[in-house]
């Protein structure tokens, strides 16, 4: 699972200097950036819910 979210973090990281990099050029994304982005924090999230839902019991 750590692996897991170690590879969703950079992924995350990765989407964040791309819409830097597109937007310095003043260059529209599209909505399904923003879809995959909001699924991948909803991911994120979730991920971290269950550590530590699991380390606390």
Known sequence: ????????????????????EKESKGEPLGVGFYVLKFFLVVVGVGLLVMIYVARKS
């Open 1 to 20: 699972m750590a692996i897991f979210l170690a590879l969703l973090v950079g992924v995350g990281l990765l989407m964040q200097l791309h819409e830097n």
